[in-house]
């Protein structure tokens, strides 16, 4: 399993981003997909998550409304745009998936929103 994030970079603000992480090694369209978060000295947390199928999704409280994650079955890769971002949204963000044989996680890409 390999899962491989882009995207990452300095963005003031208020501005937007979208992270992707394209995903190989596994059968991609059989599991949901997931985007976590850690910021210095801090926890690894959950951000947001989209079923096999891409009908169904969920978000952490404090992202709701200015984050959305999607997929591309076609091309293998998960998405997360990012809205109205704020300084506290500055983290690493890695993509994750659960599959049968364990948990994986990508490297990740830094979000860093400063002016």
């Known amino acids: 399993v390999q899962l491989a994030e882009s995207g990452g970079d300095l963005v003031q603000p208020g501005g937007s981003l979208t992270l992707s992480c394209t995903a190989s090694?596994?059968?991609?369209?059989?599991?949901?997909m997931s985007w976590f978060r850690q910021a210095p000295g801090k926890e690894r947390e959950f951000v947001a998550t989209?079923?096999?199928?891409?009908?169904?999704?969920h978000y952490a409280e404090d992202v709701e409304g200015r984050f959305t994650i999607s997929r591309d079955n076609n091309k293998n890769v998960v998405s997360l745009q990012m809205n109205s971002l704020e300084p506290e949204d500055t983290a690493m963000y890695l993509c994750?998936?659960?599959?049968?044989?364990?948990?994986?996680w990508g490297q990740g890409t830094q979000v860093t929103v400063s002016s």
């Open positions: 090694g596994f059968p991609f369209t059989a599991y949901g």
């Open positions: 994750s998936v659960v599959t049968r044989e364990g948990d994986f």
């Open positions: 989209i079923s096999a199928g891409g009908g169904s999704t």
